[in-house]
């Protein structure tokens, strides 16, 4: 069995799988970096949970799905807030340390559009020590094999099963080809295809290009969300947790302007609108020029006090004083919104399990549809851990079922590993880090919280242009020892196949939902489009559908914060 990724998805899976096949199947887990520089250990704020007396499973579900514009399926979501709980407390069990309030009881605090405090937080270090505690905890098995740094290049699906996956050795470029019954792909976001992002250099949607050209289709991809407050120039995050313990957005004329956008939530309301209300203050030319000439508004974390800034907001006080020379105790900082998160990916049902035989999905680049539209703070972590924990057991009941392997081609092995070694040390008339830029740029000129027609095809244009591009490019770079600008143009290649699937998605969807605004279809339309995109890879390019939305209990209603 492989996992393909160690964030805290692929972690939570290895753990899963372990434990459920009493280690009788043998498990490699697989990072293009070092097991613990995987993009999870960056959260500070926290994972949602239902924990006290005061919340219950039908709120969460019910703030879930009005956060995702109703676009969620709202079987997953109730089930997915059932199962947040015993995950946490699941954590807390293996060793994880959970803040705690004086009582000793677990401490909850408050996130944006969820109605009750129910986000429970590690410090200001929440990823960390999650992904801490998965380690740790997958240590104390022993049947599973480690490959950090191995770059994995392409699913191998034939007969339409899976059979085998082909990786890189980044330290010394050599092929591998490893044969297995089922991979789960847990290979997180895609943030990286923005150039304002609070992504890792990593992020680069690998896992959904890879689904992709395997036949796998990828669902929702034009639902992208911007995190409202990011610290600019460089994107690192001011976490909303700080707005649920006082902190304020202000414009240039000190005005509190989310009164204007979300007259009761005001500061926390959802992402999607926080981030709405930031540009359109900027566009209005209330907006603060800043750092490296960019446009902001202004955070006011004075009112969450000095005692709490010094201790459970030390990382975003240390990243105000270090990288932007601001210090919060005493002066506002500028925040604009940065491409965050991906709300869509590779469709997978309720069991993790994707169309293609022994292909299983989770953490964000799965999308099983609890974000729906917009995902709501503190959700992802328990979705990794919850997405993780049955995606293992479903691989484990799927491989214990199929012990025969699939037979496989070497022909189309050989012709992928001599078309990698071919690139090596190649001329070309682009540069690979020319090509990312542009990618970069038209992303975030016309793919971005604001998007209309024109701008969508001025995209699609670009990156057309770009694969053209792209079978011309020179690696100045000819050794095979970590060979980085190698790595930079394969992932290059992923990007631009995923960002070919999320304009095309963005520019079909007629009408504005969540996280996806179309200044010429600027209302939600549910007679047309309460329904999931479906986008498949058809003789090169991209086919869409649509599936419906599955309701329970929860009629669409308008959203107001
Ligand atoms: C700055 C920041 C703060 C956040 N804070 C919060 C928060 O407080 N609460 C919350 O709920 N959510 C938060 N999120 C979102 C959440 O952190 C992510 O959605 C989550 O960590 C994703 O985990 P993952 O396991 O799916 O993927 P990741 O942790 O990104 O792991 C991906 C793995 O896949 C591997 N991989 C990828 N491509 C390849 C390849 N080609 N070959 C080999 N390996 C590959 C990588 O090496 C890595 O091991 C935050 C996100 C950011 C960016």
Redesign the pocket.
């Known amino acids: 069995m492989l996992i393909?990724?160690?964030?805290?998805?692929?972690l939570r899976s290895a753990i899963e799988v372990l434990k459920a096949s009493n280690e009788k199947l043998s498990v490699g887990v697989?990072?293009?970096?070092h097991l613990m520089r995987?993009?999870?250990v960056?959260?500070?704020?926290?994972?949602a949970a239902v924990l006290s007396e005061n919340d219950s499973f039908e709120q969460h579900a019910y703030d879930t799905i009005k956060g995702s514009d109703f676009l969620a399926d709202q079987d997953v979501v109730e089930e997915f807030v059932r199962r947040c709980p015993e995950e946490i407390l699941q954590l807390e069990h293996w060793g994880c340390p959970w803040s705690r309030n004086e009582d000793g009881s677990i401490a909850l605090r408050l996130f944006g559009a969820h109605e009750v405090p129910r986000t429970v937080f590690a410090e200001d270090r929440?990823?960390h020590f999650l992904m801490r505690t998965l380690y740790d905890t997958l240590l104390r098995y022993q049947n599973f094999e480690r490959y950090d740094e191995?770059?994995?290049v392409s699913l191998v699906v034939e007969e339409g099963r899976f059979s085998g996956l082909l990786?890189l050795k980044r330290k010394d470029t050599s092929p591998v080809f490893f044969k297995a019954r089922a991979i789960i792909l847990?290979?997180?976001?895609l943030?990286r295809l923005w150039e304002f992002t609070?992504?890792a250099h990593?992020?680069t949607g690998?896992?959904f290009a890879m689904a992709f050209k395997a036949g796998i289709p990828l669902k929702d991809m034009e639902f992208i969300q911007w995190l409202p407050t990011c610290m600019v120039p460089h994107g690192i995050?001011a976490?909303e947790a700080l707005r649920g313990h006082g902190a304020i957005l202000l414009n240039s004329e000190g005005e509190r302007f989310m009164k204007r956008y979300a007259p009761e939530k005001m500061d926390l309301a959802a992402r999607d609108i926080i981030s709405r209300a930031i540009m359109q203050e900027i566009m209005e030319g209330r907006g603060w020029k800043s750092h490296g000439n960019m446009d902001s508004v202004l955070l006011d974390a004075r009112p969450v006090g000095e005692e709490k800034l010094l201790t459970i907001y030390r990382t975003f006080v240390e990243n105000a004083r270090d990288f932007i020379g601001i210090d919060p105790l005493t002066e506002l900082v500028p925040v604009r919104p940065a491409a965050?998160?991906s709300m869509g990916g590779i469709d997978v049902d309720i069991g993790m399990k994707t169309e293609v035989m022994g292909v299983f999905a989770a953490?964000?680049?799965a999308c099983a549809s609890i974000d729906g539209a917009n995902r709501l703070?503190?959700?992802?972590?328990p979705m990794?851990l919850v997405t993780g924990a049955i995606a293992g057991r479903s691989a484990v009941s799927y491989a214990i079922r199929k012990k025969e392997s699939v037979k496989v081609s070497k022909k189309r092995i050989f012709e992928e590993v001599d078309s990698i070694e071919k690139i090596i040390g190649k001329r070309g008339d682009f540069g690979v880090y020319s090509l990312i830029k542009r990618l970069q740029r038209t992303m975030e000129k016309n793919v971005h919280v604001f998007r209309e027609e024109k701008g969508l095809l001025e995209a699609l244009k670009t990156i057309r242009q770009l694969k053209e591009d792209y079978l011309n490019v020179g690696l100045s770079d000819s050794s095979r020892a970590f060979n980085v600008e190698l790595i930079h143009l394969l992932e290059l290649g992923f990007m631009l196949d995923v960002a070919e699937v999320i304009v095309t998605s963005a520019l079909m969807r007629r009408e504005s939902r969540g996280a996806h605004y179309r200044l010429d279809f600027p209302y939600r339309d549910d007679n047309k489009w309460l329904r999931h995109t479906i986008a498949r890879c058809r003789n090169g390019g991209v086919e869409i559908s649509y599936k419906p939305v599955r309701i329970t209990k929860w009629k669409p209603e308008e959203r107001r914060y």
């Open positions: 393909l990724g160690t964030g805290i998805a692929g697989i990072s293009k970096v995987s993009h999870s960056a959260p500070e704020g926290g994972a929440t990823g191995f770059f994995a990786a847990a290979t997180g976001g943030g609070t992504n990593t992020t690998d896992g995050p976490t965050h998160f953490g964000e680049v703070g503190s959700n992802s972590l990794c």
